[in-house]
């Protein structure tokens, strides 16, 4: 079995946790009457770390009783409620880098562009978010009590670690849903309604958060911790990508702040040898230490077992005359293509084009897995010397949440915006192209590493933020098939530039006003 996961597996048997259907006091309350309270069960230091164990349990399972158990949140499906997948699908499935040719009720909207606010999948990504927030301000609030007295030997790494994992989804919150309900370990439970943040407010909340973090004591140094969990090189990507995207969240240009950290994590972290590594089953040797993989939500196809993660990702992403063995799976589900916007990005000899390309790169019928497009096979459950994983059931592929190779793009960035020296942009762009096997440049422009980050992070979560800020999300400024409901894309508004908060949310918090265009 992989070295993972012994965090995760501790909190089974612990207490079972669980949402009302709304989220109006960021609460973490038992589902079940019967249920022991965490007064009743965080008698030794063990049984916090159970319940750090359960606020990382949420980033890669839905359930504490594996991928057919109860999901963690009354009404919010387990399977595409999934973090992750909830994740992909607000983050990846509005834009060219996938469609789903599933018509689940509301999962068309995403790639069409014309999602209304009680959209299942926008719903279970809310939800996620604060259920996770809920869990870590539980932690640092039970800590800090500690009604029963235990003797810590860790209590502010256990703080800090609920901390970062609290400014991730935060972070989250702000780039996906903007003004947002907003609570904290010092506010009273179930009183009220959280109040609503603005935007800005929040920004510079999870700022500060991340600067205490990084400058204190208590979080790991970069590549020290246990592995799966945070350090601050986890932080240090969070407060990157918070500046990377100022301008969008508060109209402030601080493309300076990003590259000064990102010259940091780019001197600290080393880039794999070989791209297709670090999407392996056993991609976790590459997420040691102060290798490339900064951060990874662990996946293991025994114990931690989801319908999300990058267990959707392979098993989605492979069908039709695709061999499931290939990817290491039983069979597949048919559902994801890329576009042929991004099929067709990739340079000859290009190692990141990793497709599945008999049905050509054109999709003729978007509800037909088989009628064209490009499948991507990036992500496997074959480890990286082809040897076989523990099960073709359910993978061990972990998720590479934050990797350097962003950090290098990142810092790339910035000096094509003219806010960090170009020649460390310019070698922190070829440093990446040169391991993909393609030309290294001698000059390039912010849209050149716009491109670059598509072809390196495609699935990883980045391309709605990346065309957002490049002002190509909802304008014409850059079209793909089927943006916009329109096989050859359209504009939609700008107001989708935002997700809607879910109605029931709203209705129930008399605080929150829901964003603007829905």
Same mark, same amino acid.
């Given at each position: 079995m992989k070295n993972i996961k012994v965090l995760m597996l501790a909190v089974a048997g612990v207490f079972a946790l669980g949402f009302s259907s709304?989220?109006?006091?960021?609460d973490v309350t038992p589902i079940d009457p019967n249920v022991q309270l965490p007064q009743d069960v965080l008698k030794d230091e063990a049984a916090f770390e159970a319940l750090l164990a359960k606020c990382y349990q949420g980033l890669a399972c839905s359930s504490s009783d594996g991928a057919n158990g109860g999901p963690d949140i009354n009404g919010v499906d387990g399977g595409f409620g999934q973090y992750l997948r909830a994740y992909f699908n607000l983050q990846c499935l509005t834009t060219d880098e996938a469609v789903c040719c599933w018509n689940d009720t509301g999962l068309p909207d995403m790639h069409n562009m014309n999602w209304q606010a009680s959209n299942q999948f926008i719903v279970a990504m809310y939800y996620r978010i604060f259920y996770q927030i809920g869990l870590c301000n539980e932690l640092i609030r039970q800590v800090e009590a500690n009604p029963a007295g235990v003797e810590f030997q860790h209590?502010?790494?256990?703080?800090?670690?609920?901390?970062?994992?609290?400014?991730?989804?935060?972070?989250h919150a702000i780039d996906m849903f903007g003004n947002v309900p907003f609570s904290t370990e010092k506010d009273a439970v179930g009183a009220v309604g959280p109040r609503q943040i603005n935007r800005a407010d929040l920004f510079a909340w999870v700022e500060k958060e991340c600067k205490e973090l990084i400058e204190g004591n208590d979080l790991a140094a970069e590549g020290q911790n246990v592995y799966g969990r945070?350090?601050?090189?986890?932080?240090?990507?969070?407060?990157?990508?918070?500046?990377?995207?100022?301008?969008?969240?508060?109209?402030?240009?601080?493309?300076?702040?990003?590259?000064?950290?990102?010259?940091?994590?780019? %001197?600290?972290?080393?880039? $794999?040898? *070989?791209?297709?590594? /670090?999407?392996?089953?056993?991609?976790? +040797?590459?997420?040691? &230490?102060?290798?490339?993989?900064?951060?990874?939500?662990?996946?293991?196809g025994i114990n931690t077992t989801s319908y999300g993660g990058t267990n959707f990702l392979i098993f989605a992403g492979t069908g039709g005359d695709m061999n499931a063995a290939d990817a290491g799976i039983s069979s597949g589900w048919g559902g994801l293509s890329v576009t042929k916007q991004v099929a067709e990005r990739y340079a000859e000899g290009d190692a990141r084009a990793m497709f599945f390309t008999d049905?050509?790169?054109?999709?003729?019928?978007?509800?037909?897995?088989?009628?064209?497009?490009?499948?991507?096979?990036?992500?496997?459950?074959?480890?990286?010397?082809?040897?076989?994983?523990?099960?073709?059931?359910?993978?061990?592929?972990?998720?590479?949440?934050?990797?350097?190779?962003?950090?290098?793009?990142?810092?790339?960035?910035? %000096?094509?915006?003219?806010? $960090?020296? *170009?020649?460390?942009? /310019?070698?922190?762009?070829?440093?990446? +192209?040169?391991?993909? &096997?393609?030309?290294?440049?001698?000059?390039?422009?912010?849209?050149?590493?716009?491109?670059e980050r598509s072809r390196e992070l495609l699935w990883e979560g980045c391309r709605r933020s990346d065309l957002i800020r490049f002002g190509q999300f909802t304008t014409d400024a850059y079209l793909w098939e089927f943006k916009g409901a329109v096989y050859e894309g359209t504009a939609v508004a700008d107001h989708r530039n935002l997700f809607p908060l879910p109605p029931a949310d709203v209705n129930a918090n008399g605080n929150l006003k829901q964003n603007a265009g829905y």
């Amino acid at each position: 079995m992989k070295n993972i996961k012994v965090l995760m597996l501790a909190v089974a048997g612990v207490f079972a946790l669980g949402f009302s259907s709304c989220v109006n006091d960021l609460d973490v309350t038992p589902i079940d009457p019967n249920v022991q309270l965490p007064q009743d069960v965080l008698k030794d230091e063990a049984a916090f770390e159970a319940l750090l164990a359960k606020c990382y349990q949420g980033l890669a399972c839905s359930s504490s009783d594996g991928a057919n158990g109860g999901p963690d949140i009354n009404g919010v499906d387990g399977g595409f409620g999934q973090y992750l997948r909830a994740y992909f699908n607000l983050q990846c499935l509005t834009t060219d880098e996938a469609v789903c040719c599933w018509n689940d009720t509301g999962l068309p909207d995403m790639h069409n562009m014309n999602w209304q606010a009680s959209n299942q999948f926008i719903v279970a990504m809310y939800y996620r978010i604060f259920y996770q927030i809920g869990l870590c301000n539980e932690l640092i609030r039970q800590v800090e009590a500690n009604p029963a007295g235990v003797e810590f030997q860790h209590k502010g790494a256990l703080i800090a670690e609920a901390r970062a994992l609290r400014a991730l989804s935060y972070y989250h919150a702000i780039d996906m849903f903007g003004n947002v309900p907003f609570s904290t370990e010092k506010d009273a439970v179930g009183a009220v309604g959280p109040r609503q943040i603005n935007r800005a407010d929040l920004f510079a909340w999870v700022e500060k958060e991340c600067k205490e973090l990084i400058e204190g004591n208590d979080l790991a140094a970069e590549g020290q911790n246990v592995y799966g969990r945070c350090d601050k090189g986890f932080v240090k990507m969070i407060l990157a990508k918070l500046y990377l995207n100022a301008e969008v969240y508060v109209g402030e240009d601080r493309y300076a702040d990003c590259a000064a950290i990102c010259e940091d994590l780019v %001197a600290t972290y080393s880039l $794999a040898e *070989n791209f297709a590594d /670090l999407f392996a089953a056993d991609n976790d +040797r590459f997420a040691v &230490g102060t290798e490339e993989i900064i951060f990874a939500v662990p996946h293991d196809g025994i114990n931690t077992t989801s319908y999300g993660g990058t267990n959707f990702l392979i098993f989605a992403g492979t069908g039709g005359d695709m061999n499931a063995a290939d990817a290491g799976i039983s069979s597949g589900w048919g559902g994801l293509s890329v576009t042929k916007q991004v099929a067709e990005r990739y340079a000859e000899g290009d190692a990141r084009a990793m497709f599945f390309t008999d049905y050509g790169a054109e999709i003729v019928d978007i509800f037909t897995f088989t009628s064209g497009g490009y499948k991507s096979v990036k992500f496997t459950n074959v480890n990286h010397d082809g040897s076989a994983a523990q099960t073709t059931g359910f993978v061990d592929t972990d998720f590479p949440l934050f990797r350097v190779a962003d950090a290098h793009l990142m810092l790339a960035e910035c %000096a094509a915006r003219g806010k $960090a020296d *170009n020649a460390k942009g /310019l070698a922190s762009l070829n440093a990446v +192209r040169e391991r993909a &096997g393609v030309a290294t440049l001698t000059s390039f422009t912010a849209q050149d590493v716009l491109d670059e980050r598509s072809r390196e992070l495609l699935w990883e979560g980045c391309r709605r933020s990346d065309l957002i800020r490049f002002g190509q999300f909802t304008t014409d400024a850059y079209l793909w098939e089927f943006k916009g409901a329109v096989y050859e894309g359209t504009a939609v508004a700008d107001h989708r530039n935002l997700f809607p908060l879910p109605p029931a949310d709203v209705n129930a918090n008399g605080n929150l006003k829901q964003n603007a265009g829905y």
